[in-house]
């Protein structure tokens, strides 16, 4: 009875989740989705699992093993995935880094968003430290940005004291995997000291992109993300970082 009323509450705060979501960010991406999937599994699972307490419902015990294989097997891989993303985004940043890469994120119109901006302002503390370290702003133009992320990130350095002398733009990237193909493209080299700014969640993504395309040398400054995306941020990534190790696509 206690396991139904906590798949109930998970089921409830799943769903409460998925539209608090929607309301404040928009469904702005497929994998907002999942939370109301996973709201309705759980509430099924719960009813289930209080049908089997009263007697009411007999799950065979071969599909019960079955069951519990699964969700022990998914847990394990999620929580792996978890655990590497969340130690890496915790970690600090190697000092007096040869580049520091910023990577891009969405741009509306001419203006930085809030997770940029966590970016930016994680890049200025760090180039304000490290006087030697120059900084690669990378991010291409896509819809809805009138200027490219590059240019949009250079002139908010630029805004809060960077000499344009240490800035770098590479404006032709659209995901991770070119930002820093096209930025060892342009420093001609992949083995200097490299830090690559991102949001928390993404770090441990991005650095695993850039150890295997030959990067030798690389650690990364996490930034903070907007608080209401953070579980959905989190979670989504375990899975990317799952496709990313099985599959190899980012």
Known sequence: MVLAFVLWVLGIASILYFGIYAAVIGLNNSFTYFWLLLGIMFAAAGTVSWLCHHGRLHLPRAMSIFLIVCMVVFLGVFGTAEGFIIKNAVQKPEKNADY????????????ITLNLKYRLDVALDYLSENKGTKVVVSGGQGKGEEITEAKAMSDYLIKNGIKKERIILEDKSKNTNENLKFTAELIGSKTGKVVIVSNDFHIYRAKCIAKKMGYTNVSGASAKTKPITIANSFVREAFAVVKYKIFNQI
Do not use: P, Q
Not at 100 to 111: E, H, K, P
């Open 100 to 111: 520091l890469v910023v990577l891009g994120a969405r741009v509306n119109g001419t203006r």
